[in-house]
Nanobody, 121 residues
Framework: QVQLVESGGALVQAGGSLRLSCAAS????????MGWYRQAPGKQRELVAT???????NYADSVKGRFTISRDNAKKMVYLQMNSLKPEDTAVYYC???????????????WGQGTQVTVSS
């Protein structure tokens, strides 16, 4: 029963900071790429940032220089440090991960339930 659970979403003022966390649990053999996506009302879900098992990061242009993705393999967690938040960052943020399950050769993709981030002007 592999699952991802996000936490850290909140209401913050523009210019503020927030750190999101995502914990992976269950029968996990290994976690490959992890990432954060977001979805604002009426819009498609979009990539925010990803990080490979080797630590290579990728960011959407809209968050470059403001957000930082990181991971802790021992804790099976991924984080998103968000600084200089803007109202347009308001969205539900979802954790995503490609995971090898115990006793399985196939890579599976998982999504968390989402955590709400609201940035007021």
């Amino acid at each position: 029963q592999v699952q991802l659970v996000e936490s850290g979403g909140a209401l913050v003022q523009a210019g503020g900071s927030l750190r999101l966390s995502c914990a992976a649990s269950g029968g996990i053999f290994g976690i490959m790429r992890m990432g954060w996506y977001r979805q604002a009302p009426g819009k498609q879900r979009e990539l925010v940032a990803t990080i490979t098992s080797g630590g290579t990061t990728n960011y959407a242009d809209s968050v470059k220089g403001r957000f930082t993705i990181s991971r802790d393999n021992a804790k099976k967690m991924v984080y998103l440090q968000m600084n200089s938040l803007k109202p347009e960052d308001t969205a539900v943020y979802y954790c995503n991960a490609n995971i090898f399950r115990d006793g399985d050769h196939e890579l599976y993709n998982y999504w968390g339930q989402g955590t709400q981030v609201t940035v007021s002007s």
